[in-house]
């Protein structure tokens, strides 16, 4: 019976030895499964991650694409207002002549442009269809300075001193190109 009590014995011990290892190994595989699930959700947030790192990076290249090209579109479609802005009026000022006010108009730019050269003899250079205004207006401003028909322009005149060094541009074109440029700085600067 000692025999019989102590193959029973190894037995009962074994089994428990097994039910001790199928314990232990339940345990190792529920921590494995564990951690692989972590890993795995990890793994699945990092992606996540980069997908909505991309996707972000993405939507804001595409963001600042339309807005620039939207920004391109508002300038050219200003400048095209502003080139057809100064079209028409230099359409207009080239039937300025035809304008009752043009004797006075031609007087003032006269005058500014002599003012602008200041005292001392100067050349006048003006068109030959205002040779009769330029008389009445020198004799107006007290001065005879030499005066040139050799400028075709829609009106107004180009002063200049003897030598040349000094030019002053009072004509319709020298004005509405200022204008243009300085109606484009305030364009551009908006």
């Known amino acids: 019976m000692a025999y019989e009590d ?16 199928r ?9 494995v499964k564990e951690r692989a699930a972590r890993q795995a959700e990890e793994i699945r947030q990092a992606r996540l991650d980069e997908t909505d790192r991309a996707a ?7 963001l600042y694409l339309a807005r620039a090209e939207s920004k391109e579109q508002l300038i050219r479609v200003r400048e095209a207002a502003f080139e057809k802005a100064f079209a ?3 359409h207009r000022l080239a039937g300025l002549r035809s304008d009752p006010k043009y004797p006075a108009i031609f ?3 006269l005058n500014e442009a002599v003012d602008t050269l200041g005292e001392g003899a100067c050349v006048l250079h003006i068109d030959p269809r205002d040779a009769a205004l330029a008389g009445p207006a020198l004799a107006a401003l007290g001065i005879s300075p030499a005066v040139k028909t050799d400028l075709t322009t829609a009106g107004g005149v180009v002063a200049s001193i003897m030598d040349g060094s000094v030019i002053v541009a009072n004509t319709v074109e020298s004005r509405l190109e200022r204008a243009r440029d300085l109606r484009r700085e305030e364009i551009h600067a908006l």
């Open 23 to 31: 314990v232990r190994a339940a345990a190792e595989i529920r921590e």
């Open 56 to 62: 972000a990076s993405e939507r804001n290249k595409l």
């Open 6 to 21: 102590l193959l029973k014995s190894v037995e009962e011990n074994a089994h428990e030895k097994e039910q001790e290892l």
């Open 107 to 109: 007087s003032r730019l």
């Open 88 to 90: 028409a009026a230099g």
